[in-house]
């Protein structure tokens, strides 16, 4: 059984370039193997295949390949690499160094920095991951900023099947992913060198505060060491 947790909740897609492409109201259809099935059909309708189509700005030194998209305003540059499949909407700046490893979703004026990583993840409108993060399997809001060095985990230790903090009943939930970081709602921030572990959730304009670790679900305020 699939779980569920409400987009609303999360963000609110009235204000983005593209709230027609997101037409499931549960987080994980954008998680997971739901990623991988929506992004494909995203791409097929741009009529993307296997090889990049690319309208934007890519400098010589960067690595393209695979099923990728790349939208006219956005900039990708030198020795940054993109590895399908990937949207890369207008605006977008994927900087130096930075490196997108499949199955992303990045909305109009994201950032992904020098040395970001970035996998199995939704950046909708205005995120930045804009130095040295990590964000794996995670979906973050319009206008999220992770501070430099932050890292979004997504494994547990011992690899078993990660569990999150139901919002509404503050109860642990089987998320039905051994890999699921966080989900983090519209205008969140955290703090330089904050970490957060497998199955976190930031409901919207809530702040991790820097160097911290954070597990669990944060409704309101921000989260202090």
Same mark, same amino acid.
């Given at each position: ?59 010589? =030194? %960067?690595?393209?390949? +695979?099923? @990728? &998209?790349?939208?006219? $305003? /956005? *900039?990708?540059?030198? #020795?940054?690499?993109?590895? !399908? ?11 130096? =160094? %930075?490196?997108?490893? +499949?199955? @992303? &979703?990045?909305?109009? $004026? /994201? *950032?992904?920095?020098? #040395?970001?990583?970035?996998? !199995? ?105």
């Amino acid at each position: 059984m699939t779980a569920f947790l409400p987009l609303e909740t999360f963000v609110d897609l009235r204000t983005i370039l593209d709230e027609s492409k997101f037409t499931h109201d549960n987080v994980f259809s954008y998680l997971g193997n739901g990623l991988s099935r929506w992004l494909a059909a995203v791409l097929a309708d741009l009529g993307v295949n296997e090889s990049p189509k690319i309208f934007g700005t890519v400098h010589p =030194g %960067a690595f393209v390949s +695979g099923a @990728v &998209y790349i939208a006219e $305003g /956005a *900039v990708v540059e030198p #020795t940054a690499m993109i590895t !399908g499949p990937c949207y890369i909407g207008p605006e977008v700046e994927v900087r130096h =160094g %930075a490196y997108i490893r +499949g199955n @992303v &979703y990045a909305g109009k $004026g /994201a *950032v992904i920095g020098h #040395t970001s990583e970035i996998k !199995g993840s939704v950046l909708l409108d205005g995120a930045k991951a804009a130095h040295f993060a990590y964000v794996g399997d995670s979906f973050l809001g319009q206008d999220v900023n992770l501070g430099a060095g932050t890292k979004l985990a997504n494994l547990k230790l011992r690899g078993t099947e990660v569990k999150y903090t139901c919002p509404r009943e503050a109860k642990r939930v089987a998320s039905g992913l051994r890999k699921f970081g966080a989900v983090i709602g519209d205008r969140c921030e955290t703090g330089c060198n904050a970490v957060l572990s497998p199955g976190t959730l930031l409901l919207p304009g809530t702040a991790v505060m820097p160097a911290m670790h954070y597990q669990g679900t944060l409704k309101s305020g921000v989260a202090k060491p």
